[in-house]
C-alpha cells in the first residue's frame, strides 16, 4: 500500500482551504492533515503534524511567505514546500527559486497538475509551465565561459583530439613532428586558455 501524503494548507482565504483540500483529496494518496490562515499558526501545525508537504500561499497577514519559507527551511528541512497562489510569481522566480521551495503552482492549475507536482516533490522532482521554463536563463558572471564556447585554433582542436585518443606527449610529439618540451610548452598555454589542469581533466571536459 502506498504511504499518504500529509499536507498542511497555509492560506489566509477559508474557502481557498476549503476547497484545496477537497481537490488533494480526489487523490487517495494526499491527505490534508491540517490548515492554517497565518505563517505563525502554520508553523505551529508544521510542528505538531509533521507534514510531509506544506502547500502555501505567498501573501499572508503576518507577513511574506518568502521569509516564511526561509524559517521552515531552517527549522523542518524534511519538509517539502509548495508555492499555490493566486498572484504573479514569475517577477520574483529566482527569489522563490533560491529560498529552498520544491515547487510553484498558480491557483488556476487543474486538479490532475496539483496532484502530479505533489507526487513529483515527493519523488524528488518539480515541474515547471512551458511559459516559465522558456524564459529561464542560468545566471553566470560575464567572464566565466564554458569550455564549448571558447574558440579554438585547428592546431588547438587537433591536439585535443590527439589527447582524447590518450596519445602520450611522446606520441604527440612524433605526430606533429615537434619535440616534446615544444607540446608540453603548448599544452600548457592549452590548460589555461580551458581551464584545465591536466589532460585526463581535458579529456573529462571534452
Known amino acids: 500500500m502506498t504511504k499518504q501524503i500529509h499536507v498542511v494548507v497555509i492560506d489566509n482565504q477559508p474557502a481557498v482551504r476549503a476547497g484545496i483540500k477537497i481537490i488533494l483529496e480526489e487523490d487517495t494518496s494526499i491527505k490534508v492533515i491540517g490548515s492554517a490562515q497565518t505563517g505563525k499558526e502554520g508553523l505551529e501545525l508544521i510542528e505538531q503534524l509533521n507534514p510531509s508537504v506544506v502547500l502555501l500561499e505567498l501573501k499572508l497577514p503576518d507577513g511574506p511567505g518568502l521569509n516564511l519559507i526561509r524559517y521552515i527551511r531552517e527549522r523542518f ?38 496532484h502530479q507536482l505533489i507526487r513529483n516533490v515527493i519523488n524528488g522532482y518539480t515541474m515547471i509551465p512551458l511559459t516559465i521554463f522558456s524564459r529561464m536563463k542560468l545566471h553566470r558572471s560575464p567572464e566565466v565561459r564554458h569550455y564549448w564556447e571558447i574558440d579554438l585554433t585547428d592546431s588547438e582542436k587537433r591536439m585535443i583530439s590527439l589527447i582524447s585518443q590518450k596519445y602520450t606527449n611522446v606520441k604527440i610529439a612524433n605526430k606533429l613532428n615537434s619535440s616534446e618540451s615544444s607540446v608540453e610548452n603548448y599544452l600548457k598555454k592549452l590548460y589555461s586558455k580551458l581551464g584545465v589542469t591536466s589532460n585526463i581533466h581535458l579529456i573529462m571536459e571534452g
Open 77 to 114: 528541512p524534511l519538509v517539502s514546500i509548495i508555492i499555490y497562489t493566486g498572484y504573479n510569481f514569475e517577477p520574483f522566480l529566482n527569489e522563490i527559486i533560491d529560498s529552498g521551495v520544491s515547487g510553484v503552482m498558480n491557483k488556476s492549475a487543474s486538479t490532475k497538475e496539483i
